[in-house]
């Protein structure tokens, strides 16, 4: 309560204080802290410092997982979050040490696949994405590659039931 009236708007405190009104027994409170809790979070401020609290709370998930032993998940992770910051060549080198560490697993042989495709190391991932059968991918490596008559079958392939037929679409224009 003291929180909440220094700063009404304190992210998560009202509903931290509809908890205890609901351990305590006193479930109308509880709405009515419920209630003020979701009008903050419909406010520009509120929606802000909501983004800020879920950011904190993953940076300091992800760096909890810097601490866990070696493995090929880690490293998938790890390669995952490099790719949203674009860092191709880094989820490339993370791709490779999963595959290191279990080099029968098809999945994590796909996704070393695509990060390659991604960093644009073409010579490289296109016997990978052979293999896999990754038809969007090799067809776009293939274009990129001046190949544009080995490209095209695949990309239309690609095209048939796919949810990326927009992408597929732009690169057979």
């Known amino acids: 309560k003291r929180a909440i009236e220094k700063d ?5 405190a009202h509903a931290a204080l509809a908890e205890a009104y609901r351990q305590t027994g006193h479930p109308d409170w509880a709405e009515v802290a419920d ?5 903050i ?4 401020d509120g929606a802000y410092r909501e983004a800020l609290e879920a ?3 993953a940076t300091q998930a992800f760096a909890r997982l810097t601490e866990l032993p070696e493995s090929p998940e880690l490293y998938e ?3 995952d979050a490099a ?3 674009e860092a191709y060549k880094e989820s490339v080198e993370l791709m490779r040490k999963a595959v290191a560490l279990r080099p029968g697993d098809r999945r994590l042989q796909q996704e070393l696949a695509r990060s390659l495709w991604m960093d644009r190391s073409y010579d ?3 016997p990978l994405l052979r293999k896999h059968g990754m038809d969007f991918e090799l067809g776009f490596a293939l274009l990129e590659t001046g190949k544009a008559a080995g490209a095209i079958p695949l990309l239309e392939r690609a095209a048939r039931g796919s949810r990326l037929s927009a992408e597929v679409n732009a690169a057979l224009g």
């Open 41 to 44: 979070s419909r406010t520009p």
């Open 83 to 85: 790719r949203l910051r």
């Open 77 to 79: 992770t790890e390669s």
């Open 124 to 126: 490289e991932a296109l």
């Open 35 to 39: 209630a003020r809790e979701r009008a």
């Open 55 to 57: 950011s904190l709370q």
């Open 8 to 12: 009404p708007g304190f992210p998560t």
